[in-house]
């Protein structure tokens, strides 16, 4: 029996030891080599990539991804909350449809749909002569490449997987127990933040993972929308590797992310041990 | 009187499907749009399609995409299955490892595990090829198909394994006979879902792509940068158009997988 | 209890052969007469290439690449299998210390003979032993008349203009922007001092504050449509897009700029050398070359081709650079070392928050 359970378990378990643990493992041993300015890697053992880190122009990068990542969070989770709210309550039929219509966009490609941003946020698109008509912003000014640009385009990627696990949740919640609250007394809002709230945390959690973690290594978005002034730590990565082909500073910075990400993640493990189930919904 | 509590949430429903919709069909317009300007409408004109289609590079790009996403799928979703089942059906410290290295690759975001593959094969000589980036996508995908099978577990009756032991079934037969077909809604979501990061994914691709194995996210991404973007609105297009006609026909299969 | 296991071991081996053989079969293509260029974005006349397929049946693959140092990483990083690459003269020098490149036979290249001495001179390589000369091209801005007054002159100063603010974009490439404001600050491209590039780091970041972005593509596009205003780019680049709209023209800055030398070479471990030397030579051939130029508006030092260009092409002090321009510029060169220092200039300028 042993032997079986080893023979089935040994191909998964082989593949991602092999091709996860390992490379997570050489991030780290190689976050502490030297480097030379040749992109060649040195074979001994310092601590300069980290004590690089302490530099102070990375203080700015690190707060912006903070911010960035919690702000996404933030709006992603209220807008999904009213939203998995509505789907849930629709007749079966209807909730389907949406389900549909929020899936959909997923399969166009990603660098599509932040394409897509770049055109309607363009100094002559229709929302920026919608906003200079309205006189709310100047006509010379520029809606792209700015952090907000950023924090836009961040919450309308991950929108959607903040709100599938919250209607995943929502739809095995009770309504009548929103009714029972009402009856003895509670207003519209009351019932909603005593019973609904407390009755999706699981969803709650498994949203806030799938939205803050991805977007606290997103790299590509600022990229593409971002100006001079909004680089994440994704992009510090990445220009280590491929400007500074400086690997081990990469790699200092990548375990400097894995530890900004253990931190939720522990918390939520702590708060329910198989948030797994929800992100696959 | 009863519905009227539902209008906030209703309006933020509809406000949010708008808003994912705008950008997309304002690209599927200006696809069509004769004018090299997004701002300006140039008449009505399929040129942009004509382009496309004689674009070899694109070409290229859509070969690459389809022999990595066939791999990446087969692959993951025989690996994740069998972690699937392996899961739920052992309880041992050997299964507590195996849940911890299926559940990391789920919390890690891609620039991590793109750099990580990428210091990897550097350091254990590999090639950057399509190879590389398939062993990427499998990485990435068997976790997910993994997740996906277990969750069907959720309304899995053990009772049928149970009878089928009793009547002297191996294991072999129990897998294969009952597992398999009973599981088969989960392998299949599984497989889409691997179907569907193996396409989307840039990131890790992009870290360990090596010469002429640029996929179609790659290619988009330098059409983004450099290219001709009306191209890329006719490309979105179709892509469009083709995601909502599979998601169409896998909605009808799982229906009639269901019965 | 025997044969169950075995069954087991059966399947579970079969999945991973399975595994294995999709990601080998992945690795594996059919052998053809392939070239596998890495080159940057339009850069070369793609018509070109096809024609040079159609005589030979050399398959030519291309990727690109958006800086020299992004090209360098991947293929340190093990990105073997490309053939030639077009390194700007600096890169050469790198990936020559490197022992990247192939020796150059000059006997499989008959058109050699064709390069233009006069730019040979700036190059590092100058015996061309290890490159070749593709395209020579200037830094310098990207106007749009209409916005700007279209003006005669410009300085690398118009970056502090604030009426422009939101509107304009530098490259984002270490030696080429911070080479810009050490220029206007009276320094060489090429300083390693580390006042003078603090100095640059500081100018830097007061012009930071009007830039969208720094951005070494987007910046065609975003010319064409209006979107920005003034952009610090490479000479045919900005020439490329003036076909699209005319309002667009490209001026070199008083102070000087860089003049770049960008080079093909062979990489070392390529494994169609005998196709690389063709399409090298082919690319020399002086009817091949004029189309180039005609079609990337760079220039190819290739004396022969001059004599087949247009007149409109041959008088446009962009392509054909003038002397003034090359004496008062400079040509990038590889600081090894002191890499270091621009990076650290660098990150400080990217960091750096101005409200």
Not at chain 2, 194 to 219: H, M, N
Not at chain 2, 238 to 244: G, H, K, L, Q
Not at chain 3, 218 to 230: A, C, D, H, M, W
């Amino acid at each position: 029996m042993k032997r079986s359970e080893f023979l089935l378990t040994f191909p998964s378990a082989f593949w991602l030891f092999l091709f996860f643990i390992i490379p997570v493992g050489i991030v780290i041993v190689i976050s502490f080599r030297g480097s030379d300015p040749y992109g060649g890697i040195i074979p001994l053992w310092t601590a300069e990539p980290y004590r690089s880190i302490n530099f102070p122009v990375y203080s700015s990068v690190l707060l912006r991804t903070l911010r960035l990542s919690i702000l996404t969070t933030v709006i992603c989770l209220l807008t999904a909350l009213p939203v998995s709210y509505a789907m849930a309550r629709l007749p079966k039929k209807l909730q389907e449809i949406c389900l549909l219509l929020l899936v959909v966009p997923f399969w166009t490609n990603f660098l599509i749909r932040i394409y897509a941003w770049k055109v309607l946020l363009h100094p002559d698109g229709l929302l920026k002569m919608l906003l200079t008509s309205l006189k709310l912003v100047s006509p010379d000014a520029s809606l792209l490449y700015t952090e907000g640009a950023v924090l836009m385009v961040l919450v309308y990627t991950y929108l959607p997987f903040a709100i599938l696990p919250l209607y995943s949740a929502a739809e095995k919640f009770d309504f009548a127990l929103i009714d029972a609250a009402k009856d003895l007394g509670a207003r519209g809002w009351q019932s909603v933040l005593k019973v609904f709230i407390p009755g999706i945390s699981a969803g709650i959690i498994s949203a806030f993972m799938v939205v803050f973690i991805p977007v606290l290594g997103s790299y590509i978005i600022p990229e593409i929308v971002g100006g001079a002034e909004s680089e994440m730590l994704g992009n510090k990565i990445a220009q280590r590797v491929f400007v500074d082909r400086n690997l081990p500073r990469a790699g200092a910075l990548s375990s400097l992310l894995m530890l900004v990400i253990l931190f939720p993640s522990v918390i939520s493990l702590f708060f329910r041990r198989n948030f797994k189930k929800e992100i696959t919904v | 009187m009863k519905t009227g509590r539902y209008i906030f949430p209703r309006i933020m429903l509809v406000t949010t499907l708008l808003f994912i919709y705008m950008p997309l069909l304002i690209l599927m317009i200006n696809s069509f749009n004769g004018s090299r300007f997004s701002t300006v409408w140039g008449g009505f004109s399929l040129k942009w399609y004509v382009k496309l289609f004689h674009d070899r590079n694109i070409r290229r790009a859509l070969v690459n995409t389809v022999i990595v996403a066939a791999s990446s799928v087969a692959v993951s979703t025989v690996l994740g299955t069998l972690a699937g089942v392996v899961l739920v059906r052992y309880k041992s410290v050997l299964q507590k490892i195996h849940h911890i290295f299926i559940t990391l690759p789920l919390i890690v975001p891609d620039i991590l595990m793109g750099i990580s593959l990428l210091l990897f094969f550097i350091a254990a000589g590999f090639r950057l090829s399509l190879g590389t980036i398939i062993i990427g996508h499998i990485t990435f995908s068997i976790s997910y198909v993994a997740a996906t099978v277990q969750a069907r577990f959720q309304d899995f009756d053990f009772s049928v394994v149970e009878a089928a032991q009793d009547l002297g079934a191996d294991n072999f037969r129990v897998f294969y006979k009952i597992y398999i077909p009973l599981l088969s809604p989960g392998i299949i979501s599984g497989a889409m879902l691997a179907l569907t990061l193996s396409l989307d994914d840039f990131v890790i691709t992009f870290f360990t792509a090596g010469p002429g194995s640029s996929t179609l996210p790659i290619q988009i991404y330098s059409m983004i940068r450099f290219g001709t973007p009306p191209v890329i609105n006719a490309l979105s297009t179709i892509f469009i158009c083709i995601t909502f006609m599979i998601v169409l026909i896998y909605q009808r299969s799982k229906r009639s997988l269901y019965r | 209890m025997k044969t169950e296991s075995r069954r087991i071991t059966i399947f579970a081996l079969i999945c991973i052969l399975v595994s294995f053989l999709t990601v080998l079969s992945g690795c594996s293509r059919g052998e053809k007469s392939v070239l596998y260029i890495y080159n940057w974005s339009d850069y070369i006349d793609e018509a070109l290439v096809e024609e040079f397929t159609e005589k030979t049946g050399i398959e030519v693959i291309s990727d690109y690449f958006d800086s020299n140092e992004s090209m360098y990483a991947k293929l340190k990083a093990g990105a073997s299998g490309y053939d030639i690459v077009f390194p700007t003269s600096y890169m050469v020098e790198i990936m020559n210390k490197g022992s990247m490149l192939l020796e150059l036979d000059h006997e499989k290249i008959p058109n050699i003979g064709y390069v233009d001495r006069k730019f040979l001179a700036m190059s590092p390589d100058s015996g061309m032993n290890y490159s070749v000369p593709y395209m020579i091209s200037t830094t310098g801005i990207g106007v749009l008349g209409s916005r700007t007054g279209s003006p005669e002159k410009i300085s690398w100063n118009i970056f502090s203009d604030p009426g422009y603010a939101g509107r304009m974009t530098m490259l984002n490439d270490v030696r080429e922007t911070i080479g810009a404001a050490l220029k206007y600050l009276g320094y060489s491209y090429n300083s390693i001092d580390t006042e003078e590039l603090e100095k640059a780091g500081d100018l830097l970041i007061s012009w930071k504050k009007n830039l969208a972005k720094f951005e070494n593509d987007q910046y065609k596009n975003g010319l064409v449509s209006g979107e920005f205003y003034i952009s610090q780019g490479y000479s045919g680049d900005i020439l490329q897009v003036q076909e699209e709209n005319e309002d667009i023209s490209f001026i070199v800055p008083e102070e000087g700029t860089s003049i770049s030398v960008d080079n093909m070479v062979i990489l070392k471990d390529s494994k169609n050398t005998e196709n690389a030397y063709s399409f090298i030579n082919y690319l020399l051939e002086p009817e091949v070359a004029a189309r180039n130029i005609e079609y990337v508006y760079y220039l190819a030092p290739n004396t022969e081709a001059y004599k087949l260009l247009s007149r409109e092409i041959l008088e446009d002090p962009a392509v054909f650079i003038t002397d003034d321009v090359i004496n008062s510029s400079e040509i990038l060169l590889d600081q090894g070392e002191n890499n270091v220092l621009y990076s650290r200039v660098w990150d400080r300028v990217k960091a750096a928050t101005v409200d």
